[in-house]
């Protein structure tokens, strides 16, 4: 498994900062440097789609397969490139649902270790905590609605 990255790399032809493709260059150039523009035209500054979408789309394909430093990776990139913890986690939340439960786990497991590397800036003391949106299951505080009774002008 190559070397898990603790910070996006400053290097265009090696943006994940993965180990694995700088050990390759020497190995064949020619190749490497054509993957290096496959990758910065598929995920480069160009184009309709921004770098942060872009990444995000990559980490969640990669979290559905199970590759949890890549996640990592992709995710500091996009974070490098404007994306919020809450935004990361909605795309996590996303992938849910074709990528199943290794989507969720990796890329919930990946949000935690940027988090312990200091990656998101902390939140306020006070800050609330946020509300689900959308319809699930009502909290306990929350009683039910009472059954309605039909009238006997209904009944007849």
């Known amino acids: 498994m190559p070397a898990k990255t603790t910070k996006p790399s400053e290097d265009l032809n090696n943006p994940y900062g993965y180990s694995d493709m700088d050990w390759a260059v020497p190995l064949d150039p020619a190749y490497a440097a054509a ?66 439960g290794v989507a969720y786990s990796v890329g919930v497991r990946a949000l935690q270790a940027l988090e312990q590397d200091g990656a998101f800036p902390p939140l306020p003391p006070s800050a609330p905590a946020r509300r689900q949106r959308g319809i699930a299951t009502p909290s306990p505080s929350t009683p039910a609605p009472a059954p309605r009774r039909r009238s006997k002008a209904a009944t007849r």
């Not at 199970?66 to 990776?73: C, D, I, M, R």
């Open 35 to 100: 993957r290096a523009e496959v990758r910065r035209l598929s995920v480069g500054e160009e184009g309709t789609l921004s770098v942060k979408v872009k990444e995000c789309v990559v980490m969640e394909i990669l979290a559905s397969r199970g590759l949890q430093y890549g996640v990592e990776a992709h995710m500091r990139r996009a974070l490098a490139h404007g994306a919020t913890k809450d935004e990361l986690f909605e795309a996590v939340k996303a992938a849910a649902v074709p990528g199943g």
